[in-house]
């Protein structure tokens, strides 16, 4: 960022933008997301060795069965063994013993074999990368097919004046879930919608990157992310409590609530805050030379009605399938038990696989439409490109998955989150303040590292057993992720698709730079931040479920 000159002297910088320089300073030092884990996992191996010199250790109580011992019961005084009365409901009583947990190191000769034999059970025994290539093996052919884009162009198309603000925002909340339609599609669009309506582009190109950043972590659908996060999340569990595991839709309810929230909050600023104070719109202020958005041809707008329609058939057969597959009596995808379709049973346990199915079919339908993907063989290469795209990603799910063995096998995080807890129930602060807390942390780590998995995978091995330890479920530890995840994504100076919205930007005001769109997104991080916290509180005050049997509070 370049401050403004009068004569030969640089313009003074105004108190924000020298804190939007430091910010960008700062974080134009920090190393690529896998550069960072490979550091922590040198800093686990060696303070590893470090805590088991100093003898670290701690006793926690840890609940067993006791021993029963059984009888034969003899009913109705006989001398005969009977089996005619009920058995009666076994309730196991339960004893407190204290267990004693110490530091293990990885230069010891058991930690080096580990380091060297697991390395690759490791990574396959991470669930997280099974999920990511699942998941987006729906997504990609239909972001690939144009279904993605196709759909953001007719739903604005299509909106009401009075609500295309908030048509805006809440489309890119939903286009989420394929991160770069939101961006690419979304963000021009809004600009020229709101053109063509008499109103300021850069209103609209905030309120279209409002939507898909600043609430990047809640959708109305099940996304890829979540798959990922509840994996890393069940990861670390285990730490604590083996039998305890979350699935897809635990923050499900609160994940539609707030994406509904979000949108509405962020429509009132757009629209009472940003828009005064833009102005009418002067359309002297965009370059003569400004690139024009490409327009559709007719014969274009034909095949693209015409593959929506298309994409409608396919969705509807394979809704018809998985119905059919769920709701008849006796159904595959019910409990084979008890019969019930939501909590546990097959259909929840492949709910992600099904998503991705029905973005699968609803893509194949918009290509064969609109003649974008059509034969097996672009199908394939379809698949085969997102899968490329993800390659980065991996490599940095097989460090993650490195980094989590290790701080495991070193009872690090045991440690951590013990200790943290005995110091935290002595201060006897409540479990909503230390959950606003978090939620604070999140949001300032945000500002250096924008990414939802990699910030999840340092945070959750400590936090996740440390709440547990204290009563907090770990639904609601995510739901508080959630929240401090996203308003500081379009502020940040390393997001990734911020030079991209200063590049279009720029289209309508020629001297627009990375200070306009920050100043812009500020009452969005600022308000929403506040709003969104305030509205968790209240759901956690009120109870609500997060999703489906997942309870605000521990049972």
């Known amino acids: 960022m370049n401050a403004k000159t009068v004569g030969d002297k640089p313009a003074k910088k105004s ?9 960008e300073r700062v974080g134009n030092k920090v190393p690529h997301p896998a550069l960072i884990f490979l550091a922590l996992i040198v800093i686990v191996i060696g303070l590893s060795q470090i805590l088991s010199w100093a003898g670290t250790s701690v006793t926690t109580e840890v609940a067993e069965p006791a021993t029963v011992q059984v009888a034969p019961e003899y009913p109705q005084g006989s001398s005969v063994p009977g089996n005619d009365a009920p058995p009666a409901p076994v309730i196991p009583d339960y004893e407190l013993k204290h267990e004693t947990i110490t530091a293990e190191s990885l230069l010891t000769g058991d930690g080096i074999r580990f380091i060297f034999t697991t390395a690759v059970q490791n990574f396959n025994d991470f669930g997280v990368v ?26 604005v198309k299509v909106a009401p004046k009075a609500a295309i603000t908030f048509i805006i925002v809440l489309l890119g909340g939903i286009s989420s879930v394929a991160s770069d339609a939101g961006y690419l599609v979304l963000i021009p669009l809004g600009a020229a919608a709101f053109a063509s309506l008499g109103r300021h582009p850069l209103a609209g190109i905030a309120a279209a990157y409002a939507g898909v950043s600043a609430a990047f972590f809640v959708n109305v659908l099940i996304t890829p992310a979540d798959g990922i996060i509840t994996e890393v999340t069940n990861e670390t569990i285990g730490l604590v409590a083996p039998d305890v595991s979350l699935n897809v839709t635990h923050n499900f309810y609160f994940s539609i609530a707030a994406t509904l929230f979000c949108a509405l909050v962020m429509t009132v600023i757009t629209e009472r805050l940003l828009e005064p104070r833009l ?21 274009e707008m034909r095949l693209e009605s015409r593959g929506l329609r298309w994409s409608v058939y396919y969705l509807l057969v394979a809704v018809a399938i998985v119905s059919a597959l769920t709701f008849i009596p006796k159904a595959p995808l019910r409990n084979p038990d008890t019969g019930e379709i939501f909590g546990s049973s097959p259909f929840m346990s492949s709910l992600l696989f099904i998503i991705s199915m029905l973005f699968l079919a609803a893509g194949l339908g918009y290509g064969r439409g609109a003649k974008s993907l059509t034969g097996s063989t672009n199908v394939i290469n379809a698949i085969v490109k997102t899968f490329n795209g993800l390659g980065g990603l991996i490599f940095l799910m097989l460090l993650i998955a490195q980094f989590i063995a290790y701080f495991n096998y070193t009872n690090m995080s ?27 942390l999140v949001f300032v780590i945000d500002l250096i590292m924008p990414g939802v998995i990699p910030k999840w995978a340092i945070l959750a091995p400590i936090f996740i057993p440390l709440f547990y330890r204290l009563g907090i479920a770990p639904q609601t530890v995510v739901a508080a992720y959630r929240v401090g995840d996203g308003p500081a994504n379009v502020i940040t100076p390393l997001m990734v698709y911020l030079p991209f919205i200063v590049l279009v930007s720029q289209r309508y005001r020629k001297k627009a730079g990375m200070g306009t769109v920050v100043s812009m997104m500020l009452p969005y991080t600022g308000i929403v931040l506040i709003a969104w916290t305030l509205f968790y509180i209240a759901w956690y005050l009120i109870g609500i479920p997060w999703g489906p049997s997942a309870p605000v509070h521990l049972g």
């Not at 144009?146 to 759909?151: D, K, S």
């Open 15 to 23: 108190g924000m933008q020298r804190v939007l320089d430091g910010i």
């Open 130 to 155: 099974a999920v990511i290539l699942v998941a987006m093996i729906g997504v990609g052919v239909a972001e690939e097919a144009g279904l993605i884009a196709a759909l953001i162009r007719k739903m």
């Open 279 to 299: 102005g009418r719109y002067d359309p002297s202020e965009a370059p003569s030379d400004a690139p024009v958005d490409h327009q559709p041809t007719d014969e």
């Open 414 to 440: 045991t440690l951590a989150a013990t200790g943290l807890a005995d110091l935290l129930e002595r201060a006897d602060i409540g479990a909503l303040p230390l959950l606003i807390g978090f939620i604070l």
